[in-house]
């Protein structure tokens, strides 16, 4: 069975969108299976006809292109659940535009079992181990945190005997030891698939409800779903407790601003989100940066929160996604840009 090895670097995949405007002239996939390349006319936004082209290649550790939800969990999920499982803190985090697939790769569609998404395949994974590893005792968390604008929201503060945020509200802390938590996030011990797939729903729930009540948008937050892992040996008599923390990321949509007029709430969240996708960038470039021993987690909440689950001794994968519609050229050229930065650590 495949384990991954904790590494520090960050594995960085595309997943591209199937659409039915499919830019095939513009994007080509490369049978390695790790290559695109974006080819776009010169002087074509200057309205000038010829026919000389700027290519750009972005090589990767994959590339997902027509390929189904159950290979993605394979080979995007699959190594960082089991690493969660033997002590390893790992992150899966989904990176694009807003509508290139982004909670599809994650969540999954719920019309059909097949495409589900790494979230539910994750848990699914965790509960089967669980399991079938009876020489050990594991005990199982969730707990679901998103980033709005640099406040932090608890999607399962709704859950029933949930004791709320205590006085001082939510914040990140440092613990002991290089770890953090965040403090008045409630955590949700979870026997089953089924139950933890429950609050899965109810947290998106939340998501919905709480951008309506403020007249948001849900794709302007970063949303964190973390399983905590406790686990001991059943058969040594001094074993000692392992914990480790799988987080599963949907991250904000990347895109710029229009030229649109856009008001001054939408401004704002674009300003926020800009500001934690850069420092996320920043983060992950230091932490590959073997020379540099001080790393800017704490410029953003993102970066904060998944300070002890990046880089290091963690598993870190990144989906880059992509639209791949010949109108969106310019945001997948800047996705597929952000993407090869983290790969070329
Ligand atoms: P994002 O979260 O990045 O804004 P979504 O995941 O909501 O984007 O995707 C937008 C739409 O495209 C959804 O209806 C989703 O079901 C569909 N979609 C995205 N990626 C795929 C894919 N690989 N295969 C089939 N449908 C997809
Ligand atoms: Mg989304």
């Given at each position: 069975?495949?384990?991954?090895?904790p590494?520090?670097?960050?594995?960085?995949l595309?997943?591209?969108?199937?659409?039915?405007?499919?830019?095939?002239?513009?994007?080509e996939?490369?049978?390695?299976?790790?290559t695109?390349s974006?080819h776009?006319?010169?002087?074509?936004?200057?309205?000038?006809?010829?026919?000389?082209?700027?290519?750009w290649?972005?090589?990767?550790?994959?590339?997902?292109?027509?390929?189904?939800?159950?290979?993605?969990y394979g080979?995007?999920?699959?190594?960082?659940?089991?690493?969660?499982?033997?002590?390893?803190n790992?992150?899966v985090?989904?990176?694009?535009?807003?509508?290139?697939?982004k909670?599809y790769?994650?969540t999954?569609a719920t019309?059909?079992?097949?495409q589900?998404?790494?979230?539910?395949?994750?848990?699914q994974?965790?509960?089967?181990?669980v399991?079938?590893?009876?020489?050990?005792?594991?005990?199982?968390?969730?707990s679901f945190?998103?980033?709005?604008n640099?406040?932090?929201?608890d999607?399962l503060?709704?859950?029933?005997?949930?004791?709320?945020?205590?006085p001082?509200?939510?914040a990140?802390?440092?613990e002991?030891?290089?770890g953090v938590?965040v403090?008045?996030?409630?955590?949700h011990?979870?026997?089953?698939?089924?139950?933890?797939?429950?609050?899965?729903?109810?947290g998106?729930?939340?998501?919905?409800?709480?951008?309506?009540?403020?007249?948001k948008?849900?794709s302007?937050?970063?949303?964190?779903?973390?399983v905590?892992i406790?686990?001991?040996?059943?058969?040594?008599?001094?074993a000692?407790?392992?914990t480790?923390k799988l987080n599963?990321?949907?991250?904000?949509?990347?895109?710029r601003l229009?030229?649109?007029g856009s008001?001054?709430?939408?401004?704002k969240?674009?300003?926020?989100?800009?500001k934690?996708?850069?420092?996320?960038?920043?983060?992950i470039?230091?932490?590959?940066?073997?020379?540099r021993?001080?790393?800017p987690?704490?410029?953003t909440?993102?970066?904060?929160?998944?300070?002890d689950?990046?880089g290091g001794?963690?598993?870190?994968?990144?989906?880059?996604?992509?639209?791949?519609?010949?109108?969106?050229?310019?945001?997948?050229?800047?996705?597929?840009?952000?993407?090869s930065?983290?790969?070329?650590?």
């Amino acid at each position: 069975m495949m384990i991954a090895h904790p590494g520090s670097e960050v594995r960085v995949l595309i997943r591209s969108r199937p659409t039915a405007n499919f830019a095939q002239e513009l994007i080509e996939y490369l049978p390695d299976g790790q290559t695109v390349s974006v080819h776009q006319r010169k002087d074509s936004r200057k309205g000038v006809v010829n026919n000389q082209l700027s290519s750009w290649s972005f090589r990767l550790d994959g590339v997902l292109h027509d390929v189904s939800q159950e290979e993605v969990y394979g080979r995007v999920g699959r190594g960082v659940v089991l690493g969660a499982l033997e002590g390893y803190n790992g992150t899966v985090m989904c990176f694009g535009q807003t509508g290139a697939g982004k909670t599809y790769t994650m969540t999954g569609a719920t019309e059909s079992y097949k495409q589900r998404g790494i979230i539910p395949r994750a848990l699914q994974e965790v509960f089967r181990e669980v399991e079938q590893r009876s020489d050990h005792a594991f005990s199982v968390h969730l707990s679901f945190l998103e980033i709005y604008n640099e406040t932090l929201v608890d999607l399962l503060a709704s859950v029933r005997g949930c004791p709320g945020v205590g006085p001082g509200g939510m914040a990140v802390v440092e613990e002991a030891g290089g770890g953090v938590s965040v403090r008045g996030l409630s955590l949700h011990p979870v026997h089953s698939e089924e139950a933890a797939l429950n609050l899965l729903f109810e947290g998106e729930m939340n998501r919905i409800i709480g951008a309506h009540a403020l007249n948001k948008h849900s794709s302007r937050s970063h949303c964190i779903l973390t399983v905590h892992i406790e686990s001991r040996s059943r058969t040594l008599s001094d074993a000692k407790y392992v914990t480790s923390k799988l987080n599963l990321v949907d991250l904000a949509g990347s895109e710029r601003l229009g030229k649109t007029g856009s008001g001054g709430q939408v401004l704002k969240e674009a300003m926020y989100i800009n500001k934690s996708l850069s420092f996320l960038e920043q983060a992950i470039l230091a932490l590959a940066d073997r020379r540099r021993d001080h790393i800017p987690f704490r410029q953003t909440k993102l970066t904060h929160a998944l300070k002890d689950s990046l880089g290091g001794n963690c598993n870190t994968v990144l989906v880059a996604n992509i639209y791949g519609e010949a109108s969106q050229i310019e945001e997948t050229l800047s996705t597929l840009r952000f993407a090869s930065r983290m790969k070329c650590v």
